[in-house]
């Protein structure tokens, strides 16, 4: 690849109404967007999931715009790839900072994709014309009002709800929505509010059918999580603790959880994203593609890998309009009796709104071979 420059904007867009987890409440959506341009003049982009401030993981907006400036762009300029899947490779030595380095080796998957005429989900081998979806719902002040919610979007067709638990916010808030919504695909997700002291009380969330608990302990632990997958019934599903394939394959090995949601910003990039798939695939583990509440570019990366054959569970790549008044790429993401169509345009699929990108950045850096 003939790699000419890359571009960084920081981000700032108003959700539509704020997202409450375990951790914390966004009102804003910060962070970066990543464009690769070859010497061509095509460009390839990808977003930086990174919140603000460290709450789900280390990583910031901050933290992912220092390595990418220092460490990565200087790597990747130095040494371009003949293809995508080498950039994984050029970026191992650099330790952790998984966000940084998906945003960047994202967009070089698009930009060879968009070189190469292809739909990226195909250069991936995705297989998928239309993927099954699913929204996560966050804490609000009142069950009533998460009964609103989840009312709301199961009438717009969405294949399974999560909704966010905490202490305080969860036996009784999940008994009440199972009971107004006896027969949906539902699911918590915990966001590593608990610990194993907490295990007799998890298992009272066994009698509600629940599909999975999504990440109950801490963020970076598989061997609690082992502990607990034996005194509870409902399958575990891990997120924040895997961040790559040799996570997932420990992980696995200790029965720390039986399903795997894979967010490509939280495992370095599209490559390893896929090699988690394919061990999942190897040994009959589901997983689904989790999300960030991102902007309409990173939403589209999401998508196409969510066509590889073992996301065999609705994800959590909600419709634009759940998050955006105007999102940046044309046209938005829409979601139809739960599904999404996959674009079948070259790149990640979706026109991008200049204006918007414009209108959105709150500053830029590019930097040069
Ligand atoms: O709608 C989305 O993009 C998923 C929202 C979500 O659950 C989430 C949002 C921000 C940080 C962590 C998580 C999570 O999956 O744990
Ligand atoms: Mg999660």
């Given at each position: 690849m003939r790699l000419a420059a890359v571009t960084l904007r920081a981000m700032r867009m108003r959700l539509k109404a704020p997202f409450t987890t375990s951790f914390g409440t966004e009102w804003d959506k910060d962070f970066i967007l990543v464009e690769i341009k070859d010497t061509e003049g095509r460009s390839g982009w990808g977003e930086a999931v990174?919140?603000?401030?460290?709450?789900?993981?280390?990583?910031?907006v901050g933290t992912v715009w220092l390595i990418l400036k220092e460490f990565l762009i200087p790597a990747l300029l130095q040494q371009p790839p003949?293809?995508?899947?080498e950039v994984a490779g050029l970026f191992r030595p650099i330790r952790r900072n998984y966000m940084a380095k998906a945003a960047l080796e994202g967009a070089v998957w698009d930009l060879y994709a968009v070189a190469e005429n292809m739909p990226l989900y195909r250069v991936l081998g995705g297989t998928r014309t239309v993927i099954d979806v699913g929204i996560s719902l966050g804490i609000e002040s009142t069950v009533d009002k998460l009964l609103a919610q989840v009312e709301k979007y199961v009438a717009a067709g969405y294949k399974r709800i999560k909704i966010k638990i905490k202490p305080g916010w969860d036996i009784d808030t999940v008994a009440a929505v199972r009971q107004r919504f006896p027969s949906i695909q539902l699911m918590a997700d915990a966001?590593?509010?608990?610990?194993?002291?907490?295990s007799a009380h998890l298992a009272a969330l066994d009698q509600y059918n629940l599909m999975m608990i999504e990440q109950p302990l801490a963020h970076d632990d598989i061997i609690d999580h082992a502990v607990l997958q034996k005194n509870i019934q409902t399958p575990i599903c891990l997120d924040e603790s895997i961040h790559s394939v040799e996570d997932a394959r420990k992980a696995l090995t200790l029965d720390s959880g039986r399903i795997i949601n894979i967010k490509v910003g939280r495992v370095g990039g599209l490559t390893e994203a896929k090699a988690i798939h394919d061990l999942c695939v190897g040994r009959g583990i589901p997983v689904w593609c989790g999300g960030m509440l991102e902007s309409g570019i990173g939403r589209a990366h999401n998508i196409a890998i969510t066509t590889l054959p073992g996301f065999t569970l609705p994800g959590d790549t909600a419709a634009s309009s759940r998050y955006w008044?105007?999102?940046?790429?044309?046209p938005e993401v829409t979601v139809q009796d739960g599904v999404i169509e996959v674009?079948?345009?070259?790149?990640?699929?979706y026109a991008l709104c200049h204006e918007r990108i414009d209108k959105y950045t709150l500053y830029s850096e590019t930097f040069r071979i």
């Open positions: 990174a919140m603000k401030a460290p709450l789900y993981n280390e990583e910031t003949g293809h995508p899947r966001n590593s509010a608990y610990t194993l002291a907490d008044e105007e999102d940046l790429i044309e674009p079948d345009r070259p790149g990640i699929g």
